[in-house]
């Protein structure tokens, strides 16, 4: 066996770890009894340190080179570039510290869940103390080996090739332009203010409407699961791609949009190319684009009067809803009303940036050691001031509603942003390629618009860096040019 | 670190491995889609393979040796003894042949489920012909690493020092004594039949009374769940152990008693020395032991009078049941009918063993290559025939209606009767030991039971071989004395 084919046959095996580890990731989150987290995370470990030797097995090294030297197609050799990081990045990690990680944001996740509801940031603190310096020790090790600054390295494992210095004037730009777009819309808004649409809506039948909506995009429910749990996402497998939602009897749109953003993602991760399954090249390319395929789907399509044409009417009989406030207008009102919020993941879409914006700059600091973590809930209720003019009554509503510092995931929120411009880009992109696009959104039809996705961005798995993809895509570099377009023809 | 220590690292490690893959086949019974089936037979054989690679190292058979040398203490040794068990069975399969059984046995048994409900033997016959052929490819390494006959090698995957010298005069016992006891209750019964209790009795209800039956029987449900499967099993891993039942509208009382078998399983998993948890020695000693706890509770706890004096008004209480047919005593008649039927699963503890027996004496002939695969389905029904005096009319109800063939499976039928054994001679012995026992269950408290099935069977673990063990726990060596003195008390 040639040194490509050995590699592709060791990958394939990392992969499947990874898939087990990613079918324990959504049992944890959906079924598994609590008391069962401290052996659960002993199981992730496991799986971790495994996977880890499978590439940093010691003629890895001689593997890529001599892989290097073989005749390869294009598409090999992008798989080897992505086999090279692979191994760099999984070789600069000690098995130490892969389970010490592993460890500290189990334990500190678990305390989370107890600490959010009850306000109680103290009591989590010592735990996130081991997390980030668990964490940086990881990112300066990353660092290293990429030669990288520290917040890049870690970003790095999100978004490949996810830069600080590319992120920052966006940002900036962003920051500076929206808060006059969120005054704007919240007063244009206040005149024709939308009718409340009355509950209760059951469960069962937000349920069905999801499957229902979940079928027209595609979703292929004999290899895929459509769950509950406390936070939405998509996880599980190859062939086997779980999304959950929750549900409010009070509000059926906030679980209906998760599920067609799920969705989104799960469309994403089954298009992608079969050929390379289980491969680097074959895997999503990063966080950015992984949320643009969410937010195409939830923001740019299915907040749009064209799907909600459609879809209105199907809303109104799943809950036996009639009159003008479920006219598709209004319920398009309802679906794209901006309000100034304390919680990122109930966000609109123009305030969202600003919830994003915020913990960027906050991990930045905390990573470099500008902010220490018992100062965290004063400069996040400040920053939530200056950023947004609210201030968080506690810290359940402030630095606490977000798992993913707790549970390790830090350089993770600047993806949301940067996806969400993607996805007014590439959905910009796809209109201009196919005038039939929106038309058939009207009819529940989103055949035309994956034919456009699935050649320019799911069947090119990760064989271009993002900025590439996106380029060869809609002609541009990614840029948030777009994505303001997109907001102000929406929002004023 | 010592050779010792770094022993109980490696298993720790394969231990944790097997616990993701018991978490991993929890979820293709319960919850995983169908067109997931074949990704999912890759990871398992990924992860079967990673822990094969940890048992087979290249140092085992030195660090195996060296541990031998340092001072260890009786559960030390006990523990090394059992690592080389592993070590030898583990080496004696090649990784070739791991992922072949993977993949052969996965494809085979989802060809059974579809191949079952349409009673079509014929297009699950070539896969089990792969099945097969692999089993005693198998069985033959390990029949040669373990200087055992071929059946030998495979049952003593299931239970290890199982021999079929030991099970034939047993078998030959029972299949003389039982047609005459069949007989006998059958007669019996008839001069009294039983009142039939009236349904429907909704699903949420029987879980409802499954679930106080469990906690009754002390599962922690903050360390494991009650779910649906189409066969009930318990499964899962360390601290997260897994029950299942199946429900049936018109007839509660088949998923209730499986709910108190597998919480028979559960609560040997859950009982085992937490010292030695991850380790060999640690684990259950073996499938026969493993059928007499959860025996022990549904058969001789559960469908005896005293139990019953507990349940019976529960049982009515939970459905409005009202009238003689709701008295313990009915109830009791109703728990022990006895029945010629063509299912294994459905059968009384009284017409099992003839399923057992029949399965025990083909399997050895199939593997031993006397009998072909084609001709199984006449083979069975002449079994059943002789046997029990009834004939199967299609293949459903014959030879397609177990799982475990079709899943690679072979060698594990006889602990089914053996456990039946176990667990007539573990009860008498408790409650010769404690009077207290039996009128105890009378009150629905199973703590004077358990406390002493703890330090005789589960918290032993794997200490001793099965037969030392109940010959410790009971004074005398495994055999049918104590089940037959059961059976003719129970039903004559």
């Known amino acids: 066996m040639g040194a490509c084919a050995t590699l592709e046959d060791r990958f394939r095996r990392a992969a499947l770890i990874g898939e087990a580890a990613g079918i324990l990731s959504w049992d944890r989150a959906v079924v598994m009894p609590e008391g069962s987290a401290a052996a659960r995370a002993e199981q992730m470990a496991a799986l971790g340190l495994v996977g880890r030797e499978i590439l940093t097995a010691a003629d890895m090294a001689d593997l890529l080179d001599a892989a290097g030297q073989e005749p390869l197609d294009d598409w090999q050799t992008a798989n ?6 692979d191994w760099v990045r999984a070789a600069a990690i000690p098995p130490r510290l892969i389970e010490a990680r592993a460890r500290a944001n189990a334990a500190c996740e678990m305390a989370w869940r107890t600490a959010r509801p009850a306000s109680d940031y ?18 300066q090790a990353w660092s290293a080996a990429q030669d990288l600054p520290l917040y890049d390295a870690l970003l790095d494992g999100f978004e490949p090739g996810g830069r600080s210095r590319d992120i920052e004037p966006v940002f900036d730009d962003l920051a500076a332009f929206l808060p ?14 939308p009718r409340p649409i009355e509950g209760p809506f059951p469960v069962d039948r937000q349920e069905a409407l999801g499957r229902r909506f979940m079928a027209a995009l595609g979703f292929d429910f004999d290899k895929g699961r459509l769950d509950v749990s406390h936070h939405p996402f998509t996880g599980g497998a190859t062939d086997d791609i779980r999304i959950t939602t929750r549900y409010d009897e009070a509000d059926f749109l906030t679980g209906l949009y998760a599920v067609l953003h799920e969705t989104g993602h799960a469309r994403y991760a089954s298009g992608l190319p079969q050929r390379w399954r289980r491969m680097p090249i074959g895997r999503a390319r990063g966080m950015t684009l992984h949320e643009s ?11 749009g009067g064209a799907f909600l044409a459609w879809a209105a009417p199907l809303m109104a009989e799943t809950f036996g809803g009639e009159g003008p406030a479920w006219s598709a207008d209004n319920l398009l009102a309802l679906v794209t009303r901006v309000e100034r919020g304390y919680i990122r993941v109930d966000a609109d879409e123009v305030t969202y940036p600003a919830h994003v914006i915020l913990r960027y700059r906050l991990e ?35 630095c606490l509603q977000d798992i993913h510092w707790y549970s390790g995931a830090w350089g993770y929120f600047p993806t949301y942003t940067l996806g969400a411009m993607a996805a007014a880009q590439l959905y910009a992109a796809a209109k201009a390629a196919d005038a039939t696009i929106e038309p058939a959104l009207a009819e529940g039809d989103f055949a035309p618009l994956y034919a456009w996705l699935g050649p320019n961005v799911h069947e090119q ?17 990614l840029d948030a040019a777009a994505f303001k377009a997109h907001l102000k023809a929406r929002y004023l």
């Open 80 to 85: 080897l570039r992505e086999m090279r990081r």
């Open 122 to 139: 103290p009591a989590v603190l010592p735990l996130l103390e081991d997390v980030v310096r668990l964490t940086v020790e990881a990112g």
């Open 180 to 193: 006059g777009l969120i005054g704007a819309a919240i007063e244009r808004q206040a005149t024709r203010p």
């Open 293 to 303: 395929q969410s937010l195409l789907i939830e923001m740019q399509a299915c907040r």
């Open 364 to 398: 930045q600091a905390i990573l470099a050691g500008d902010l220490p973590l018992a100062d965290l809930p004063g400069a996040w209720n400040d920053g939530m001031a200056a950023l947004l003019g609210i201030r968080p009554p506690d810290d359940r509503r402030g």
């Open 461 to 477: 798995g990760s064989r271009y860096g993002t900025g590439e993809l996106l380029e060869r895509a809609t002609g541009r570099p």
